[in-house]
C-alpha cells in the first residue's frame, strides 16, 4: 500500500513552519506504519531549507522515523531561494536555472528497500521546457523506485510535462509529487492517462477550498470528510492508500483513518 496525500496549504513556503509541519509527518508516519502502509509520499515543497547543503539536515526527523518503521517515504523540500522566484514557471531566472540544473526543487527519499537515502532535484517545470530540451536527454530519464516489489516512476511536478519520461520501458505507475494543485499539470496527467499509465499524486490544496465544500454541505468545518486528519495551526492532511500490481494496475484504495 502506498500512502499520497492533499495537505493543506498552510505554511507552504513558509520556513517557520518546518516545525509543526515535521511534527505531523510524524504522526503520519505513525498511523500509516499502524495501518501497514509500505510507503508515504508527502508534497513537493512540504519543508523549506535555508540552502542545498542544510536540505537533508531539515528532513533527518522524517527520515529517522522513516527508518525506525522501515516505511518508504519521499518528503518535498524546496530551498529558501525559491521565495526570489516570479511565480511565472518560464520566467527568465527560471530558465537558467533549468539550462543549468539547478532548480531549487528537491525530493528527499528513504527506500526502506535499501535502507538508503536520496536526494533528487526536479529537472523541469512546463511543456514550453519539454518541446524545446532544456534539459538533454541522458539526463531526463525516468527515475524509478521500487516500493513492496512494484517498480514505480517518481515525477516531480511540472515533469509531469515531459514526455520522455513516460516511454515505453517506463513502469506504468507513476507517482506524480505536486507543489501545489494546478490546471496545466492536470491536463497532461490526462494525457499520461490516455496513454495508459496510472497516475497517483501528492499536493497541496488551499484550505478555503474545503471549507468551503463543507460549508455549502451545511457541515461544521471541525468535521472534515472522511480521510482527513487535523494537526495544529490550521493543518490538515488527506491520506489515501493505493494497492498496486506488478503490472501497474491500481487494484484497490484505502483511506488512512
Known sequence: MIGV?????????????NSFRIRAAKELLGIAHNKGFHALVFPAGYLISPTESTIKTIASPILRMARKLRMSTIVGVDIAA???YPDDSNSPRMLRAIRRGKMPCFLVIYDAGTDSVNIMRQRSATNRQAYERMVPDDIMTPRIM???GVSVNIIQCGEITDWRLFAEDAPRTAIIIVHQRMARLYRSMQGRSRMGFSLIQSEHRKTRFSLSFLLRKGKDASHRHRGQIDFEGNLWAEVVGFEIEESGRITGKESLI
Not at 496525500?5 to 513552519?17: A, C, E, I, P
Open 5 to 17: 496525500m492533499n495537505f493543506s496549504d498552510t505554511g507552504f513556503n513558509d520556513k517557520r513552519s
Open 82 to 84: 525559491i521565495l526570489g
Open 146 to 148: 521500487e516500493i513492496n
